[in-house]
C-alpha cells in the first residue's frame, strides 16, 4: 500500500480577527498557499509616529516557493493597501475584479512598481486555478463597488 502523506487544509489569518483593518489570510494545503486580501490598519493612539501597520508575512517568505497568489476582494484600504509593501517582500501575482485592481495598481504607480507586479483581472462569477485550490468570485454588495465574496473549493471541503 501506497504511503501516502496526509495533508491538512491550514487558515491562517494573519491579521483582522478581532481588530479592524490588516484583513489578510492565508490557505495552505499540501505545497499550495496563496492567501486573502492584504489590508492596513491605522496606527492606535499609543502608536506614535506610526503611519501605517501591516500584516506580518514572514511565514510566506519562509514558504515563498508554495505562494500561488493573492486574491483580493474588494478595494477597500483594510484590504488592499498592504499589497504595496507586502509585493516588495514576496512578488506574486494579485487577482481581483476590474474596479479592485485599477484601485491597486495606482497604488504600484505611487510605489514605482507597477511594471514589477503581475496583475490579473477576474470577473466576478469566473474560476480561478491557484494549485490544488480553485477560487470562485462571486458578485456582492458592499460599500464600494465590484466587490467580490469568495468560495474556495479544497481537496478536503468548500470555504
Ligand atoms: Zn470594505
Same mark, same amino acid.
Given at each position: ?10 487558515? &491562517?489569518?494573519?491579521?483582522g ?13 499540501? !505545497?499550495c ?30 514558504? &515563498? ?7 483580493v476582494?474588494?478595494?477597500?484600504? !483594510?484590504?488592499i493597501g ?10 506574486v ?50 460599500? &464600494?463597488a ?11 471541503c468548500?470555504?
Amino acid at each position: 500500500m501506497a504511503n501516502r502523506k496526509k495533508n491538512n487544509l491550514k487558515v &491562517i489569518p494573519l491579521g483582522g480577527l478581532e481588530e479592524i483593518g490588516k484583513n489578510m489570510t492565508v490557505f495552505e494545503y499540501g !505545497d499550495c498557499i496563496f492567501a486573502v486580501d492584504c489590508g492596513v490598519a491605522f496606527p492606535e493612539d499609543e502608536m506614535l509616529g506610526v503611519d501605517l501597520v501591516i500584516p506580518d508575512v514572514s511565514y510566506l517568505e519562509k514558504n &515563498i516557493e508554495k505562494v500561488k497568489g493573492v486574491v483580493v476582494t474588494h478595494g477597500h484600504e !483594510d484590504h488592499i493597501g498592504a499589497l504595496p509593501y507586502i509585493l516588495k517582500k514576496i512578488n506574486v501575482p494579485v487577482y481581483g475584479t476590474e474596479l479592485t485592481l485599477a484601485l491597486l495598481e495606482n497604488k504600484l504607480i505611487e510605489h514605482q512598481m507597477l511594471n514589477d507586479i503581475e496583475l490579473k483581472v477576474v470577473k466576478a462569477g469566473e474560476t480561478i486555478k491557484l494549485g490544488v485550490f480553485k477560487v470562485e468570485l462571486i458578485h456582492s454588495t458592499h460599500s &464600494i463597488a465590484d466587490s467580490a465574496a469568495l468560495a474556495i473549493f479544497t481537496p478536503v471541503c468548500v470555504v
